[in-house]
């Protein structure tokens, strides 16, 4: 069983596009989170929900808007993709802060 | 603001040796820290987590310390195996706010046959 899934796996899309990455969590957490893992491998937190209110947005651009329709899913929508957007995504989730946080697989963003 | 070191970047190893991954931190109000790996193209697997009232975790042939009032954490790893290869990740858990974790840049592992 999938604890942590996130949609596509691959990305591939032009300057400019709106695009959106999926991430769903069947381990009942209230707690879901973006990283952004950059080219150089370093992740960094990017947004973080708690019971689908945003808590924490880390100086992240405007054109990424996260959206969480319910507790188990939290979706990223990118506009006018950048260069500099590729990268993997991240989408991870925990119970309460004290408690480890699973990591779906990753989405690789590619933008040519 | 966190930062977080890993202490090697890169380590190679032959197969069956005893090693530790270090890892330290500037800011020592944290809550927990986590260890965590990941295999090439894969998300992250989480190893060990120390509560900050901890000093030590275990989980098999893994061994995690934490001195929190040092800002530093070690992850040993006995009898290492090829299977062990794979980038290991160091996280720490503001103590305040949400538990947003804040990463360093890895450890890449090479256990060789």
């Known amino acids: 069983d999938t604890a942590v899934s996130q949609t596509p796996k691959y990305l591939v899309t032009q300057m400019g596009n709106d695009k959106s990455i999926k991430c769903e969590q069947n381990l009942g957490h209230d707690t879901m989170y973006w990283y952004k893992q950059d080219s150089k491998k370093f992740l960094k937190i990017m947004f973080s929900?708690?019971?689908?209110?945003?808590?924490i947005n880390e100086t992240v651009p405007n054109r990424f808007s996260p959206k969480s329709p319910d507790k188990a899913h939290l979706n990223l929508h990118i506009n006018s993709l950048e260069l500099g957007d590729s990268a993997v995504y991240f989408c991870?989730?925990?119970?309460?802060?004290?408690?480890?946080?699973?990591f779906g697989p990753g989405t690789r963003l590619t933008v040519t | 603001k966190q930062e977080v070191t890993q202490i090697p970047a890169a380590l190679s190893v032959p197969e069956g040796e005893n090693l530790v991954l270090n890892c330290s931190f500037t800011d020592s109000a944290i809550y927990n820290l986590q260890w965590f790996r990941q295999d090439p193209g894969k998300g992250l697997t989480s190893l060990l987590l120390?509560?900050?009232?901890?000093r030590e975790q275990t989980s098999g042939r893994l061994n995690a310390s934490l001195d929190k009032s040092s800002g530093r954490s070690t992850l040993y790893i006995a009898a290492s195996q090829p299977g062990d290869s794979a980038t290991y990740l160091c996280a720490v858990s503001s103590d305040s706010g949400y538990s947003t974790l804040t990463f360093g840049k890895g450890t890449m592992l090479l256990v060789s046959p």
């Open positions: 120390i509560q900050s009232s901890q």
């Open positions: 991870a989730s925990s119970q309460v802060r004290t408690e480890k946080q699973y």
């Open positions: 929900y708690n019971n689908k209110e945003l808590i």
